[in-house]
């Protein structure tokens, strides 16, 4: 059996009730390419709805455009070059600097963390099993490095986190390295970590791997690892026009 996946049995983090709590369902919506502001509105609007109960909890999947961004509280010196005159934003989420482009599956959990779940440091060891475990379904044998975050294989790292959490809610999220152009990495010191590389899933199968494939694989790991009963997809269209994504930012 693949070490990343018969690792899920031994981890703490995915085990079922007492050691986590059991959530109903989850609502997925893949939404194709969305630039990064227009997901930051929609984040934003998401959470609000989330914290007053409107909605339930929810999976945001995408892509975006080039586009690097710096936590609250990161180094601008982390970007070393920009040749191609990438935008850059800062947001309100933990690390450093990262890329995000085509090719890159991008997931913002809005979830409502309640009982024992409410430890930020279990909700990031949580991400990270989701991911490997979906990895693991391309047979890429994927793991953690001790005092890092992220997902790696080696030296190399294949997926970012960097999360908000406001009242127990979460946002922002993950980024995971499907077909994207690393050569995007060469201008920036990825998450601040000196000499870090990065990798995707299409180097290391040498074969295509369609966002869909993968999106799909990582909403079946994730309501898995999170201990979700159901989930739900939900359409482009249906989640941009819910009325109350449109109250504004909270």
């Known amino acids: 059996m693949n070490r990343a996946r018969s690792s899920l049995d031994k981890d703490p983090h995915l085990h079922?009730?007492?050691?986590?709590?059991?959530?109903?369902?989850?609502?997925?919506?893949?939404?194709?390419?969305?630039?990064?502001?227009?997901?930051?509105?929609?984040?934003?609007?998401?959470?609000?709805?989330?914290?007053?109960?409107?909605?339930?909890?929810?999976?945001?999947?995408?892509?975006?455009?080039?586009?690097?961004?710096?936590?609250?509280?990161a180094d601008e010196r982390f970007i070393v070059g920009n040749p191609a005159g990438v935008p850059v934003r800062r947001v309100s989420r933990g690390g450093q600097v990262t890329y995000h482009g085509p090719g890159q599956l991008i997931g913002y959990p809005i979830l409502k963390l309640e009982g024992r779940d409410r430890d930020v440091t279990k909700y990031l060891r949580m991400l990270e099993a989701a991911m490997i475990d979906s990895l693991a379904k391309f047979s890429i044998d994927a793991g953690r490095r001790d005092g890092m975050t992220g997902v790696w294989l080696g030296g190399r790292k294949i997926a970012s986190i960097g999360v908000g959490i406001r009242r127990w809610v979460t946002w922002h999220g993950f980024a995971l390295n499907v077909s994207t152009d690393l050569s995007y990495f060469d201008s920036i010191v990825p998450c601040g970590i000196d000499g870090c590389r990065m990798t995707s899933v299409c180097d290391l199968t040498n074969r295509a791997v369609s966002m869909r494939e993968l999106a799909g694989a990582m909403s079946e790991s994730f309501a898995r690892v999170f201990g979700y009963d159901e989930t739900v997809s939900v359409d482009a269209p249906e989640i941009l026009r819910t009325p109350q994504l449109m109250a504004g930012d909270g």
Do not use: F
């Not at 194709?32 to 339930?56: I, N």
């Open 16 to 73: 079922p009730l007492p050691y986590r709590e059991r959530r109903q369902r989850l609502a997925v919506a893949e939404l194709g390419v969305v630039d990064y502001d227009d997901a930051l509105t929609l984040q934003t609007s998401t959470l609000a709805a989330r914290l007053g109960d409107a909605v339930g909890d929810t999976l945001l999947m995408m892509e975006h455009p080039h586009v690097y961004t710096l936590g609250r509280g």
